[in-house]
């Protein structure tokens, strides 16, 4: 599940998004941009280390987050897509 503008659609394969997996936050109201490391899973949720984001005390952001915000993050540049992949365009 994702949303396209304030839509809610379903991306067509379920994510898992596992311990050590990039992944990216989709929605920006809680100010995390850019690529995020999964370090814990729970049910539906997943918590993220994003280490470009600081805290006050110096360490890197750490925000428990519903995986239907999460996405995987886009494929290597040169990478071959295939009909039926999904695409952000």
Not at 34 to 63: A, K, Y
Not at 72 to 77: G, M, R, S
């Amino acid at each position: 599940m994702g949303r396209l503008y304030g839509e809610t659609y379903f991306v067509g394969k379920k994510m898992s998004f596992e311990i050590g997996e990039w992944v990216e936050v989709i929605g920006n109201e809680d100010g995390i941009e850019g690529s995020c490391r999964v370090i814990d899973h729970s049910p539906g949720r997943r918590t993220i280390r994003c280490d470009i984001l600081i805290v006050d005390d110096g360490s890197p952001l750490e925000e428990v987050i519903s995986i239907r915000r999460l996405r995987p993050t886009p494929p290597n540049v040169g990478a071959r897509l295939s009909l039926g992949d999904v695409v952000e365009a």
